[in-house]
């Protein structure tokens, strides 16, 4: 047990882990349970996730909620996802406050219902002064839409003589995005098999490492991050340069 307890021993952890937890339906399915089964245990694993990640050194966990794209699904499946994202929400106040947790919501918020809307306020009010784990939910998120609203954001601010032309560059595109302030994760991990991004973090994945795993996001435990990190170390990240070959 102490050797398995001790599998990252001089590998580098990354800063920042992204996730998009998928799998949950197929999850249920193979278990010839309903798919809010799976969604309900697919937020257990997220509670889990994050604590072991910080306790293995991750500093950011942003994770992939509910997309732009997840409206198009059945209205009784939405429907429980909303009241299951409301109980989240207001145990996340609680479970901030014991864990030393700093939530963001990311993501187009105003589309989303008013209570909703008034739950994740309270909860980023609440948790701001919390300086453990920053976890980064994306509701009613698109990457493309996310870039949209920046780009109508810095127009705005050109049309006001608040920004020049000449101020607009990555650093400054970067500034007006939902992660405001918050690196660029170091490493992505996809579950349940599906290898693409799936509009999410379009911008800021331009340089971070991939990791797809077959396992369903409800299996996903402390030995599957320990392997993503383990794979992440055999990686030798460029950022578009060329490797030191000396």
Same mark, same amino acid.
């Given at each position: 047990?102490?050797?398995?307890? *001790?599998?990252? $021993? ?13 799998? *949950? ?9 309903? %798919?809010?089964?799976?969604? %309900? ?34 209205? #009784? ?21 014991? *864990?030393?947790? %700093? ?9 989303? +219902?008013?209570?909703?809307? $008034?739950?994740?306020?309270? !909860? #980023? ?32 601010? !050109? ?9 607009? *560059? ?12 918050? +690196?660029? +994760? ?31 996001? +409800? ?7 320990? $392997? ?8 030798? %990240? ?9």
């Amino acid at each position: 047990m102490g050797m398995k307890e *001790n599998r990252l $021993d001089g590998l580098a952890i990354p800063k920042h882990v992204a996730f998009i937890m998928d799998g *949950n339906g197929r999850w249920a399915r193979a278990k010839g349970k309903k %798919r809010t089964t799976g969604h %309900r245990e697919g937020s257990r694993t997220l509670k889990n996730i994050c604590k072991v990640a910080y306790e293995l050194g991750v500093e950011y966990v942003t994770v992939y909620a509910f997309s732009t794209e997840n409206w198009k699904r059945s209205d #009784e499946e939405v429907a429980f996802l909303m009241r299951l994202l409301r109980q989240y929400l207001k145990e996340s106040v609680q479970e901030a406050e014991k *864990n030393n947790m %700093r939530i963001k919501v990311i993501g187009h918020i105003e589309g989303l +219902p008013r209570d909703i809307q $008034d739950k994740i306020e309270l !909860l #980023e009010k609440v948790s701001i002064q919390y300086d453990g784990l920053k976890l980064q939910i994306a509701l009613n998120y698109g990457g493309r839409d996310e870039i949209v609203r920046a780009i109508k954001k810095i127009n705005h601010e !050109l049309e006001t003589d608040v920004l020049q032309h000449s101020d607009i *560059n990555e650093d400054l595109v970067s500034r007006y995005l939902d992660t405001s302030g918050i +690196p660029d +994760p170091d490493l992505m991990i996809r579950t349940s098999g599906e290898v693409r991004l799936s509009n999410f973090l379009l911008w800021q994945l331009a340089y971070t490492e991939f990791y797809f795993t077959e396992k369903y996001w +409800p299996d996903f435990d402390k030995n599957a991050l320990e $392997d993503a990190i383990i794979k992440y170390n055999e990686t030798e %990240r460029r950022f578009g340069g060329l490797a030191d070959e000396t």
